[in-house]
């Protein structure tokens, strides 16, 4: 199984410096994919609004600010978003961007998207909520012609171009993978009909797991593709939360099982939160057959006062053993 990292904002508390370290340590460990996590703004609750998914002063850098600096400082590992809000972004714009990391990369960009979840979110950004999902599989359409024609022409609903141009194109064109997040049965859909890949949240009943993947098969058959190009990521866990999220990666045991189950369940990639992982402390790697990277965050202090270490768990695709040390000081 390949694995991906979802990098954590908060990393930034270290200093630009902190980023860097931590970026190539995920690259030396041997994880395979580095993937940004994106929200432009959140918001605070209301008397029309419900409280956010997660608090408002959430601290988190721009994803694809932020991963382009990190693709200065790193050489092979895959450069992602999980996911970047397609629908509240200006799609020629993000054509640019992406095309453009790309070409910096020499071609290690995977584009992962979705349709988000926040109204307040888009109401700020002046895009609409309501037909975001219109409106995402418009856009894939304007990146892919970006990516490949020479000449770029299309008259949607929402996006309409003529006789434009982009250049340079991206080393891997119009193949260039998108991936597409969420659940629901749109989202299925979605992946069926257009998508490189699924990008799944944690599911832990495998029936369910294949129910959906058969949901998708049937939905690219019916679009005239071959199921069997769709590629197929997991989360290994869910959004630390909770405690009980937060105590995922303090049972290794566990972490190990739950990589073998998604594999089971035919999904090629596992995707790990690297915010819960700091989150579950310096127990996750009490183990004397663990070996870990160690990041400290000016955030989390010992009984004596002390800033306490956090610690990152990791399982590298290739290679017997299943932890190696990484040394981020």
Known sequence: ???????????????????????????????????????VVMGYPTTTRAA???PPQMPILEALMTLAFVASHTKEIGLGTEVLVLPQRQPVLVAKQISTLDTL????????????????????????????GRRMDQAIAVLRSYWSDD????????????????????????????????????ALKRVGEIG??????????????????????????????????????????????????????QNLDRVVARVEAVERMGFEWGALNATAIFQAGPEASSRSSIRSGKFTT???????GEEASRTIIIFP?????????????
């Not at 990369?105 to 909520?129: I, K």
């Not at 695709?317 to 000081?329: A, E």
Request: aromatic share 10%; glycine share 10%; net charge negative.
């Open 151 to 186: 000449q770029v022409d299309y008259q949607f609903d929402d996006y309409s171009s003529t006789a434009m141009a982009m250049e340079p194109k991206p080393p891997q064109g119009k193949n260039l993978p998108i991936w597409i997040g969420g659940n629901a049965e749109a």
């Open 298 to 304: 000016p955030s989390t202090v010992d009984s004596d």
């Open 317 to 329: 695709s290739q290679g017997k053993r299943p932890f190696r040390q990484v040394d981020l000081d």
């Open 196 to 249: 490189d890949g699924w990008l799944a949240t944690a599911i832990e009943d495998p029936a369910i797991a294949k129910r959906c993947k058969d949901k998708i098969s049937g939905y690219a058959e019916v679009a005239g593709r071959d199921p069997g190009e769709i590629g197929y990521q997991m989360m290994l866990d869910v959004p630390p939360r909770d405690e009980e999220g937060k105590k995922f990666y």
């Open 105 to 132: 990369t020499d071609g290690r960009m995977r584009l992962g998207v979705g349709v988000g979840w926040q109204e307040s979110e888009y109401d700020a950004l002046e895009e609409s909520f309501t037909d975001r």
């Open 1 to 39: 199984m390949k694995l991906a990292v979802e990098f954590p904002s908060v990393s930034y508390r270290e200093g630009a410096e902190g980023v860097v370290k931590l970026a190539k340590a995920i690259e030396d460990i041997g994880y395979d994919q580095l993937d940004m996590f994106d929200h």
């Open 52 to 54: 956010p998914m997660y």
